[in-house]
């Protein structure tokens, strides 16, 4: 089962604009993780945000992370033709009782427009 | 290689065929996972290794799936009586931390299996 569900499914904007995606999770985390996928290829990881974060820069990216809502936020600023991928959250909810490692939801898939 | 090696990248079966894939993690990685990806989804857990010792294989579909990892490096995920909702791109990942305390997660570009 996927625990995280990104929104939205798609997103198409143009090369210089802003792209924001969204991911709700279910149950309580450890961190937080976005990873991108470009067609055909594994996954990368992009950026990690723990429980006790609010927020979190690296490059153009910026995450945030909403304990009480279950909820985050993936911010790419000034969008290059070379974001075109798909982008994933994924949760670390290890409690003791499992090892099921992170949990990704289903992914937002961006395009860019030159 | 410095990455996460898999093989083969591309794999066509015939259902009821028996398909072995590989992964090679990068060197002194404790953890390795195991995910499935269907198409247009996200991946999703098949089974975790901490070192040889295979901890969770609660996301196997059916016993037709087998996984393995004998000297705690190379692990191989096994396929028998192929069927075609098989049919999906398997992902290994290794990360040098624990499940209970994971980080980033190093990624293989996959196996993509299809069976007709």
């Known amino acids: 089962s996927q625990q995280g569900e990104e929104d939205p499914q798609a997103l198409s904007i143009q090369e210089g604009e802003n792209a924001t995606m969204n991911c709700s999770y279910k149950?309580?985390?450890?961190?937080l993780q976005w990873y991108r996928q470009n067609s055909g290829r594994g996954l990368v990881h992009l950026i990690l945000?723990?429980?006790?974060?609010r927020e979190k820069h690296s490059g153009r990216l910026r995450v945030t992370l909403d304990t009480s809502k279950k909820s985050s936020s993936l911010l790419i600023t000034a969008s290059r033709a070379a974001d075109t991928a798909s982008y994933f959250c994924?949760?670390?909810?290890?409690?003791?009782?499992?090892?099921?490692?992170?949990?990704f939801g289903k992914g937002t898939h961006l395009i860019i427009q030159p | 290689g410095a990455g996460v090696s898999q093989s083969p990248r591309y794999k066509v079966a015939k259902r009821g065929q028996d398909v072995a894939l590989r992964c090679d993690p990068i060197?002194?990685?404790?953890?390795l996972f195991w995910y499935q990806q269907a198409l247009g989804q996200g991946p999703e857990f098949l089974t975790y290794?901490?070192?040889?010792?295979?901890?969770?294989k609660s996301g196997l579909p059916s016993d037709r799936f087998f996984a393995e990892r004998p000297e705690g490096s190379v692990s191989t995920l096994k396929i028998q009586r192929t069927q075609q909702e098989d049919s999906a791109v398997y992902l290994c990942?290794?990360?040098?931390?624990?499940?209970?305390?994971?980080?980033?997660?190093?990624f293989g570009e996959g196996s993509r299996l299809t069976v007709l």
């Open positions: 990942a290794s990360s040098s931390r624990l499940a209970g305390g994971l980080g980033e997660l190093f």
């Open positions: 149950t309580s985390i450890n961190n």
């Open positions: 945000i723990r429980s006790n974060e």
């Open positions: 994924a949760t670390d909810m290890y409690s003791g009782g499992g090892a099921d490692g992170l949990t």
């Open positions: 060197s002194g990685h404790v953890s």
């Open positions: 290794f901490q070192n040889e010792a295979q901890l969770d």
